[in-house]
């Protein structure tokens, strides 16, 4: 009789509460520090840009081709500086990716803005207001707003990539055959905001 309690003893005491192993969370992932530049044209709270990149009001653009270097990694987010800065970019709505292949879309070891040097004036000027216009490659759509979240666009080869410019105003980025932006299709302030005027 001793020996069973002291054994259920010994076993309560090393028994983890089930709420201490509910509270933990997973730790952060390793991953490459990588320094190079922003992908494309992002909106910041302050310290903190979403994946959804929403054009609302309290936002600010940080630009495409701003010098970056990854910090570290979180959960569901990686830290880095940005020209100078602290910020974090969360993966808010492209879960189906893993957090390491994430990061690797924002911080790009090739500066873009070498690249946009070799764009026509008109796609250059687009990029730098954050616009796109029909015309542009994928890669130019991508420099000029951003990453269209893998949540609800799985494939970066489909012919429509879908945007939101705020919790309730979508638009649609569609592709002909060759890659090249057809049509751009929202509301009117969506269009308003992302429609570059054409030459």
């Not at 530049?37 to 081709?65: H, K, P, W």
């Not at 709505?93 to 879309?105: C, E, H, P, V």
């Not at 429509?160 to 649609?172: K, L, M, P």
Request: include cysteine.
């Amino acid at each position: 009789m001793f020996k069973r309690l002291a054994a259920a003893a010994l076993l309560a005491a090393t028994v983890v509460p089930v709420s201490v192993v509910h509270a933990q969370r997973p730790s952060p992932p390793p991953g490459p520090l990588t320094s190079g530049f922003l992908c494309c044209n992002m909106r910041t709270y302050g310290d903190s840009i979403s994946d959804i990149n929403y054009d609302e009001q309290g936002t600010s653009i940080v630009a495409v081709g701003t010098p970056a270097r990854i910090t570290g990694y979180d959960f569901r987010f990686f830290n880095l500086d940005l020209a100078g800065k602290p910020q974090r970019i969360k993966n808010d709505y492209s879960r189906n990716i893993t957090l390491i292949d994430f990061a690797k879309r924002y911080v790009v070891t090739e500066d873009p803005k070498q690249k946009m040097a070799a764009f026509p004036p008109a796609v250059s000027t687009a990029i730098r207001a954050g616009k796109v216009m029909p015309g542009m490659t994928r890669e130019q759509v991508l420099m000029a707003i951003g990453y269209p979240v893998a949540g609800e666009n799985p494939s970066l080869e489909a012919p429509t990539w879908r945007y939101w410019r705020d919790s309730w105003s979508e638009y649609q980025v569609n592709f002909d055959d060759k890659g090249l932006v057809k049509t751009v299709v929202g509301d009117p302030v969506a269009l308003s905001r992302v429609l570059a005027a054409t030459p």
